[in-house]
């Protein structure tokens, strides 16, 4: 039964850099989807990134495009967000998700059906 945990939110300048974790417990990562996702509020939650198992193809969202980068260790059973290039409309919390359709798909979070609590990211000076 896969549990997620996310952590490495913290308080951060524009222009600055964070780095988030999403540790598995329960379940191995392999064969599942990992994805990032973010919710400020009075907002939708939207997709940030999104790594798949096999090949690890990642997909982004446009805004975060050069400044954001996923990566998993599955030996380790953790997925990474490194977060650069800061900027205010970056705050909100951050979740990482999992799925284990065939399909990688879209990095959209109706893709994904296990989630974990969420972490907080503020960017302001």
């Known amino acids: 039964q896969l549990q997620l945990v996310e952590s490495g939110g913290d308080l951060v300048q524009p222009g600055g850099s964070l780095r988030l974790t999403c540790t598995a417990s329960?379940?191995?990562?392999?064969?599942?989807?990992i994805g990032w996702f973010r919710q400020a509020p009075g907002k939708e939650r939207e997709g940030v990134s999104c790594?798949?198992?096999?090949?690890?193809?990642?997909r982004y969202a446009d805004f975060v495009k050069g400044r954001f980068t996923i990566s998993r260790d599955n030996a380790k059973n953790m997925v990474f967000l490194q977060m650069t290039s800061l900027k205010p409309e970056d705050t909100g919390t951050y979740y990482c998700?999992?799925?284990?359709?065939?399909?990688?798909?879209?990095?959209?979070?109706?893709?994904?059906?296990?989630w974990g609590q969420g972490t907080q990211v503020t960017v302001s000076s």
């Open positions: 329960g379940s191995t990562l392999d064969g599942y989807a």
């Open positions: 790594i798949s198992f096999l090949n690890e193809q990642t």
């Open positions: 998700a999992a799925h284990t359709r065939y399909v990688f798909g879209t990095c959209v979070p109706e893709r994904y059906d296990r």
